[in-house]
């Protein structure tokens, strides 16, 4: 059984481009949720992807956004970059089974915007 | 929506003493509580979570209790090794299997 992958691993952009960050579910899971971790901080829900479809957001501009493929796994866009998206882009994947409420994170994509 | 704090940000002890976090949460609806250890580099870790029906539970060195009328819950950890040496967040969730918020984290450090 593999874990939560994600990738790239590191990444430096520039104010105003665009990113794709990618992540693989573990195996049997079907929801992903993204997380974003400044230093210091703890995670900061993004949003969460289940069957395809957006099921819930947190306080993240339009300009976050994501989708899901029938494999599970999932894709965070991000557009016009702003400094502050500096940060590390967490995914988290849980098989939504009831009493299985567990998220299991991946690695981590660390973005950094100059 | 919710709002998870933690204490203390960072703490330090002597190998082989014991070491507790607390945190409090405000949502009342709150249901399932992870704590997660997070190394340097990494992504977090469950090591051990609870739901609200019960008041207690333990894993070895690990142990977590929730207090749900002062809603707040604390991690345990005994006979702490330099391998403990992490930060750690505690999380609060609703039965929804939606989104974890976060505490801030504690930096536990170890000392041999």
């Known amino acids: 059984e593999t874990g939560v992958t994600q990738s790239p691993t590191h990444l430096i952009k520039t104010r105003g481009q665009q990113v794709t960050l990618r992540c693989s579910s573990q195996?049997?899971?079907?929801?992903v949720s993204w997380y974003q971790q400044a230093l210091g901080q703890g995670p900061q829900f993004i949003f969460q992807y289940y069957r395809e479809e957006e099921n819930g957001r947190g306080n993240f501009p339009p300009r976050f956004s994501g989708l899901q493929f029938p494999n599970y796994s999932s894709e965070l866009n991000v557009n016009a970059l702003e400094l502050d998206d500096s940060a590390l882009y967490l995914c988290a994947s849980s098989p939504r089974l009831a009493g299985e409420e567990t998220q299991y994170f991946g690695p981590g994509t660390r973005l950094l915007v100059l | 929506g919710e709002n998870v704090e933690q204490h203390p940000s960072t703490l330090s002890v002597q190998e082989g003493d014991s070491a507790v976090i607390k945190c409090t949460y405000s949502?009342?609806?709150?249901?399932?509580f992870p704590w997660y250890k997070q190394e340097l580099g990494k992504g977090p870790q469950l090591i051990i979570d609870i739901r609200s029906n019960v008041g207690e539970k333990k894993d070895q060195r690990i142990a977590v209790t929730l207090n749900k009328t002062a809603k707040h819950f604390s991690l345990h950890i005994t006979e702490t090794q330099p391998e403990d040496s992490a930060v750690y967040f505690c999380a609060a969730s609703s039965n929804n299997f939606n989104k974890f918020y976060f505490g801030s984290g504690t930096k536990l450090n170890v000392k041999p």
């Open positions: 195996s049997g899971h079907n929801t």
């Open positions: 949502d009342s609806a709150s249901n399932y």
